[in-house]
């Protein structure tokens, strides 16, 4: 039996002192007393939270990270850095995918997620053609969460086109590409391969935006796989924008609320281009924004519209997509000031007499949990084991009680104040490092050593 004894938790009813949590075998989360002592055998901590989730991530392109910042000729835009993806792409095998997810996903562990949801689009061999088991990429996006022990949740991508109006697939996308017979054979596999992970992982689909379906697609595929997860990138460029716009008469916010049974189910990434009743009606929807502010910034996408958003009851939560820089504390920062720079003010979603760092943090636990559908987001009982915690004895940190934790951690310190990180009560950071960086990292090494030989 785990028992964790942490000088200061964070609980629903907020900091509580002296708090000892018995963890189920099943990875859930027994009992939680405060106000008690340590007892011999438990596991000390000094300061426990609950672990977010990271909603959005494209494994392969942490392979890229640094490696898009040479301008070209002309101007660099989100599309540009697209073209230099795609080129990327063509050179990964299936060992190269294992050996970046599982790199990615204890990098995501030691930054403090417990969990992911990984929006997995390379599905085919580099001449577009089947692999032998056609859900190979997702089998071995999978292995490496066993190995890392990451709270997975799996989100096949639906990409049947190459730009908005049903355009056809670039040679470039051919990798991608599923119609829906094709999708659902890949399906079957990814869910062997999920079913064959701990019970807290899972499968969603991710149509992967307006852009690379069609309504009548969309509309197939989300009622063959309802239920959710359902992800989908939505308006994250004004050209994409525009492009939808022209093709299907509404801005792609507003014809996704309009044209489909938009709930609690769906995850919106990069809802940046918004106008205020868009902004409304997503907030209303019950749907989760997925941003992703370190990414949304390298791509030079734009800001959302958080004050208002959030103004209107809005769910949100943070992915690092791009994989760029994996880092939560640096992604919960940016995400706000980004706002401040934009409002020129500071503190713009918080309310009044309350900290920034909590507003934050409790909101992506909230729509993290709900993104990943995953029941998890606060140490309660029932509730899954996904559980950060921080050094106590970090300068940083020295003499923080409460809420000035997280306000120190995410606006001055960084995620090396992480000392463990349990997913689903699987306990794989210990000291800061993931149990199986010895084995994980040189295989990342010598896949990143001939990818960039290549
Ligand atoms: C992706 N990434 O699917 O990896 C996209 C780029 C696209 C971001 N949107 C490709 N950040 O949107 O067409
Ligand atoms: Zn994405």
């Given at each position: 039996m785990t028992v964790i004894f942490a000088d200061q938790a964070l609980l629903p009813a907020g900091w509580a002192t002296g708090v000892r949590i018995i963890l189920r075998p099943d990875g859930g989360i027994g009992t939680v007393e405060a106000g008690g002592r340590a007892e011999p055998g438990d596991l000390r901590v000094a300061i426990l939270l609950p672990a977010p989730a990271n909603l959005h991530s494209h494994a392969f392109q942490r392979a890229m990270a640094g490696l898009t910042e040479h301008r070209g000729r002309g101007r660099d835009s989100f599309w540009t850095w697209r073209d230099l993806m795609y080129r990327f792409t063509a050179h990964l095998t299936p060992d190269d995918v294992q050996a970046i997810a599982a790199q990615v996903q204890m990098e995501m562990l030691e930054a403090g997620y417990a969990a992911v949801a990984e929006f997995h689009y390379l599905h085919h061999a580099p001449d577009g053609a089947d692999?032998?088991?056609i859900g190979e990429m997702?089998?071995?996006v999978a292995e490496a969460a066993a190995e890392t022990g990451i709270g997975l949740t799996h989100l096949p991508v639906l990409y049947a086109h190459g730009g908005a109006g049903g355009k056809p697939l670039e040679p470039a996308q051919g990798r991608f590409g599923c119609d829906l017979p094709r999708f659902e054979r890949l399906m079957a596999s990814a869910a062997r391969a999920i079913a064959a992970l701990p019970a807290d992982c899972r499968l969603g689909i991710a149509p992967h935006s307006l852009r690379a379906t069609t309504p009548d697609l969309l509309r197939a595929a989300t009622t063959a796989f309802a239920g959710g997860p359902i992800h989908i990138h939505i308006a994250e460029q004004m050209r994409e924008v525009r492009d939808v716009e022209a093709w299907l008469g509404a801005r792609p916010v507003a014809w996704l609320l309009d044209n489909l049974p938009i709930d609690a189910a769906w995850c919106l990434i990069h809802a940046t281009h918004m106008t205020g009743s868009e902004t409304e009606a997503l907030a209303g929807s019950g749907a989760v924004a997925g941003l992703c502010p370190i990414t949304e910034a390298n791509l030079g996408?734009?800001?959302?519209?958080?004050?208002?958003?959030?103004?209107?009851?809005?769910?949100?939560g943070v992915g690092s997509d791009s994989n760029v820089r994996i880092a939560l504390a640096e992604e919960l920062r940016l995400l706000e000031y980004g706002q401040r720079l934009s409002h020129q003010s500071r503190a713009v979603i918080c309310p009044e007499d309350a900290s920034n760092g909590r507003t934050l943090y409790e909101a992506v636990l909230a729509g993290g949990g709900r993104a990943l559908g995953r029941d998890a987001g606060c140490i309660a009982p029932g509730r899954l084991a996904d559980l950060v915690a921080l050094d106590g004895d970090a300068l940083a940190l020295d003499g923080r009680k409460g809420d000035r934790i997280l306000d120190a951690w995410l606006f001055a310190g960084d995620d090396r104040l992480v000392t463990d990180v349990w997913s689903a009560g699987r306990h794989q950071v210990r000291n800061g490092r993931h149990e199986a960086r010895d084995r994980i990292e040189p295989r990342y090494r010598s896949a990143l050593r001939r990818l960039l030989a290549a």
């Open positions: 692999y032998a088991d997702s089998a071995r996408d734009g800001l959302f519209p958080m004050a208002d958003f959030t103004g209107a009851g809005g769910t949100y």
